[in-house]
């Protein structure tokens, strides 16, 4: 007595008591291989994912052994690589516990959208980036939804792993996620050991934001230390900064939630700031998201000091900024590592909804929340959170990072630290067919992996 399992195309022979009679395992390109192009649905839920999708899908389609296709949900940058979305990406921008409340009916809408477009598609392989909420739960529907039609289905990878290691008995919720996620793509060296610990296969691939320094061609200073110098004279010429002029960098963030919650703080403490300085600039960095640039525009026509509004998605606009300014005001999230990465010293703020503020001190066991701290264990970049996070208080620590000579040089020393933990230097030498490695780029491994790392059922 036996009954037949299909993997997509191909079928196996089951046992009398529902077991495989030889274990098998397929990846991506061995089941790309029978239709003669790789298929990949992929999804991103917010900008930073975005440019890890726009990253991802290049590097696909240069390691590939065959045509790639792709579906699925992302932004500016992965529409640039051939991906039409199936609605427009900011719909599940949302981060927050509470926030997601007033948006619920349209996340499930959107869910049940992909989940279809998926199924239609016949993906080979499947990747979710970052935003868990929405990921995690395409990611269990697809699974099901095989299973129910008889069908093991494709690989499905996770691209960010969440930090579940951040929060009071998050790790055992890792456990879980091996049901229906086959293999996390890690950004940060510990991670890999922690899913690993935990039943969940995973790889450190690197973090994204190195590949800034790649693509726009700048040298390393060594192996391990990586840098970007931007052209501060060229950045003041072109927006018409004068050389006297103290310039700061803001960065409100990307999801319009967290930028109506932000910016108006960031005003305030400008106007606290304007009276320290006789001429004063703001830089704001506007997250490729139409309805975030139109808030923005709107808003900053009210300020009472010259702004300067750049694209945040264009990286060497972004550089040359950093470059040009003394210091930097950002929201908690990976533009803290591309400060890093230009050297510039910063400070980190970061507000929520009221609930969410004290879910996130209930359960929360870290004490920082900025990347470069938590790596390093320490607060060598000032945060101001939540109630904390007052126009008063950061003006400030501004003003102490423009004016300390001590406290720019800390920073600067930590974020060279902080930029070679980042990298998994010659962490893979050779494909499994021998040959190098396309090159070392996050994006790259990350890639390899997705295309090679068998599943076993």
């Known amino acids: ?21 030889r274990c098998f395992s397929y990846s991506a390109v061995d089941m790309a291989s029978k239709d003669g192009e790789l298929r990949v649905f992929i999804v991103a839920g917010e ?8 990253r991802l899908m290049a590097s696909l389609k240069n390691l590939s052994p065959f045509p790639t296709r792709f579906a699925g949900v992302g932004g500016v940058m992965m529409s640039k690589q051939g991906l039409k979305s199936i609605f427009p990406m900011e719909d599940i921008a949302i981060m927050g516990i509470w926030e997601l409340l007033p948006h619920l009916h349209k996340f499930r809408v959107c869910l049940k959208h992909t989940v279809k ?45 969440p930090s579940f290691w951040a929060w009071k008995g998050g790790e055992k919720r890792l456990r879980g996620l091996a049901e229906f996620v086959d293999h996390v793509l890690c950004i940060l060296p510990f991670e890999e050991e922690v899913c690993k610990v935990n ?88 997250a490729p998201n139409r309805n975030v640039e139109d808030y923005i ?30 210091v930097a005001l950002c929201t908690s999230g ?3 590592l591309e400060l890093q990465l230009a050297r510039l010293p910063c400070v980190v703020a970061y507000r929520a909804h009221l609930l969410t503020e004290l ?15 938590i790596l390093l264990d320490s607060s060598v970049i000032p945060e101001a959170l939540f109630t904390a996070c007052t126009p008063s208080k950061l003006a400030t620590l501004l003003m102490d990072l423009i004016n300390n000579q001590a ?51």
Not at 7 to 16: D, E, Q
Not at 275 to 283: C, D, E, H, N, P
Not at 297 to 308: G, Q
Not at 321 to 326: E, K, T, V, W
Request: hydrophobic share 40%; net charge positive.
């Open 117 to 161: 477009a998926a199924e239609l598609f016949q993906p080979h392989v499947v990747v979710t980036i970052d935003s868990k909420g929405f990921s995690f739960r395409l990611l269990k529907q697809l699974r099901v939804r095989y299973a129910q039609q008889g069908l093991v289905g494709p690989p499905q990878f996770h691209y960010v792993a």
């Open 199 to 286: 039943g969940l296969p995973a790889t450190f691939v690197g973090h994204p934001t190195l590949e800034d320094v790649l693509e726009l061609k700048l040298e390393r200073n060594d192996a391990t230390e990586w840098e970007v110098l931007g052209n501060a004279k060229k950045f003041r010429s072109e927006y018409g900064i004068s050389s006297g002029s103290t310039v700061v960098t803001l960065l409100p963030g990307s999801r319009l939630q967290e930028v109506t919650r932000m910016l108006s703080v960031f005003s305030s403490t400008m106007e606290i700031l304007k009276s320290s300085f006789t001429k004063l600039t703001a830089v704001i960095h506007v």
């Open 47 to 54: 900008v930073s994912g975005d440019a890890i999708g726009a």
């Open 359 to 373: 879910f996130i001190r209930y359960k929360a066991k870290i004490t920082h929340i900025s990347l470069p701290n």
């Open 407 to 457: 406290c720019r040089e800390e920073q600067i020393a930590a974020a060279k630290k902080v930029i070679e933990l980042l990298h998994p230097v010659k962490r893979l030498e050779y494909i499994n067919s021998g040959s190098p490695l396309f090159s070392y780029t996050p994006s790259s491994i990350a890639a390899h992996t997705v295309l090679h790392t068998q599943r076993i059922v």
């Open 297 to 326: 525009r709107k808003v900053v026509d009210e300020w009472s000091i010259p702004v300067v509004l750049i694209p945040g998605e264009i990286s060497r606009v972004k550089y040359d900024a950093f470059a040009a300014s003394r």
């Open 1 to 21: 007595m036996y009954r037949t399992v299909g993997v997509c195309n191909r079928v196996y022979s089951v046992g009398l008591f529902g077991q495989l009679n």
């Open 334 to 336: 990976t533009v803290a």
